[in-house]
């Protein structure tokens, strides 16, 4: 599905004790669900059916509107690109810097076959559609999550959703993809975005989320002009 939607989430970001979070390099941290809680003068970041996240990582000072404003024309247009790819919606969202980020949704029946976790020819298409934008993009971080439905015990989708986030990293890795810039974690069945006691609810809660978002080397460009 082609499509680019706008979601306003609010900002704040703090993770504690990801059990499934594995580190592919030091990049950026999402935390989700579970993981993130929030200030009260700060509030959750709200995504789909009031799912929590905070996105990136937070550089410890204020970012000016002319910073975000660069940045959030260069994550406009390549939203704009990577919504060309087949089989991928992207959004974009705001990080924990209040910043324009990227979230990239791959459907699992796209990527992976029923209850498999190596990538199909196809899938690895697209993933590589995916790379030549992230390799022209290298001020940024990765963040990777897999998830399933809910069909099997929750310790066998535990392993099978970071499975696949890691297969995707991993893939990643070898097109070229600095294994610093990425991060990715196991979300099990615990943050559906559609009603699993249906098939096409599970279809749709079986993907894997890719998020992409400044890191300080592209806030720094853009607060001196050379982005």
Same mark, same amino acid.
């Given at each position: *599905? ?18 499934? *979070? ?7 941290? =999402?935390?989700? &669900?579970?993981?993130?809680? #929030? ?34 024309? @260069? *994550?406009?247009?390549? #939203? !704009? ?11 974009? @969202? ?6 324009? !980020? ?15 976790? $190596? ?22 971080? =990765?963040?990777?999550? &897999?998830?399933?439905?809910?069909? &099997?015990? #929750? #310790?066998? +989708? ?19 993809? !600095?294994?610093?810039? *990425? ?12 009603? +699993? ?14 998020? =992409?978002? $400044?890191?300080?080397?592209? =806030? ?8």
């Amino acid at each position: *599905m082609k499509k680019i939607l706008t979601i306003l989430l609010c900002t704040s970001f703090l993770l504690t004790g990801c059990g499934n *979070m594995s580190r592919a390099g030091k990049g950026a941290l =999402i935390g989700a &669900g579970s993981g993130a809680a #929030a200030g009260a003068g700060l509030g959750a970041i709200i995504g789909k059916d009031g799912k929590s996240a905070a996105i990136g990582g937070a550089v410890g000072t204020a970012v000016g509107a002319a910073v975000g404003a660069v940045i959030g024309d @260069v *994550m406009d247009k390549k #939203a !704009a690109k990577m919504a060309e790819i087949e089989g991928v919606q992207v959004e974009t @969202v705001t990080d924990v810097n209040g910043l324009d !980020a990227i979230k990239v949704t791959f459907d699992s029946g796209i990527l992976f076959e029923t209850g498999k976790y $190596a990538l199909t020819e196809a899938s690895k298409v697209s993933l590589s559609k995916f790379a030549v934008e992230m390799r022209d993009l290298p001020e940024t971080d =990765i963040t990777i999550y &897999g998830h399933t439905d809910n069909t &099997g015990s #929750a #310790a066998v +989708n535990e392993r099978l959703s970071l499975q696949r986030a890691q297969a995707v990293s991993d893939y990643l890795k070898s097109l070229g993809i !600095a294994a610093e810039r *990425m991060v990715y974690e196991g979300k099990s069945y615990t943050e559906p975005v559609a009603d +699993n006691s249906t098939v096409e609810g599970r279809r749709l809660n079986r993907r894997v989320e890719v998020f =992409i978002s $400044a890191n300080e080397t592209m =806030i720094k460009q853009a607060e001196e002009g050379t982005l």
